[in-house]
């Protein structure tokens, strides 16, 4: 492929509207920025829990502290327009956050962004991730203007599946021992939803 082929393939796929984490509305769900002071709430909700990180790939925190670190972190990043991070919160339960759910690799060359979700163990089975990953979505294809927003999970998670068809997205097949998570090396169900889907 000669140079002036490939700059006008990067030029045509310049069209990513990146926005950076904006506030996102559902009915029962506000998704904003985190903050430091959710820290503790962010331990206390999910990060320490070893049931709600076992099929995750970073290990349950051991402290608030720990936590605080990793919000310092996705703050100092904010002020980037491709960085994508929301605190999940339930309206009814005021500002607290119950859960994150963020773009965890993209490439801006095919259009794609790469979802991952996790959610305290109290709000389980209720629409909650569901809802935040629907938002999360329809944000990606309306403003951002995506062809491709995908995510998978481990197979023997079999909820964060369901989620993903709950939201439309398709399921492109099983990868054999592909992926690493805190059960060790393990199998990547992906899925997917294409801008050509979400707007059918």
């Known amino acids: 492929m000669n140079c002036f082929r490939l700059i006008k393939l990067e030029e ?36 320490k829990d070893e049931q709600v990180t076992k099929y995750l790939m970073w290990p349950a925190h051991k402290s608030p502290e720990v936590s605080r670190e990793v919000l310092e972190d996705w703050i ?78 481990d197979p023997r998670n079999v909820n964060s599946g369901k989620v993903m068809q709950k939201c439309g997205m398709k399921y492109e097949g099983t990868r054999r021992q592909a992926d690493l998570n805190n059960q060790g090396i393990c199998d990547a169900s992906g899925y997917a939803i294409l801008a050509e889907d979400y707007f059918s």
């Open 12 to 47: 045509e796929a310049e069209s990513m509207k990146h926005k950076g984490t904006e506030v996102l509305e559902t009915d029962r769900l506000l998704l904003r920025r985190f903050t430091i002071h959710d820290a503790a709430a962010m331990f206390h909700n999910w990060a």
């Open 76 to 153: 100092f990043h904010y002020g980037e327009k491709d960085f994508y991070q929301w605190a999940i919160t339930v309206k009814e339960n005021g500002e607290e956050p119950v859960g994150s759910i963020s773009v965890v690799s993209k490439d801006d060359s095919i259009k794609m962004v790469h979802i991952g979700y996790c959610i305290g163990k109290n709000w389980w089975h209720k629409g909650v991730t569901s809802e935040a990953l629907k938002e999360v979505i329809r944000y990606f294809m309306e403003e951002v203007q995506v062809n491709r927003v995908e995510s998978r999970h």
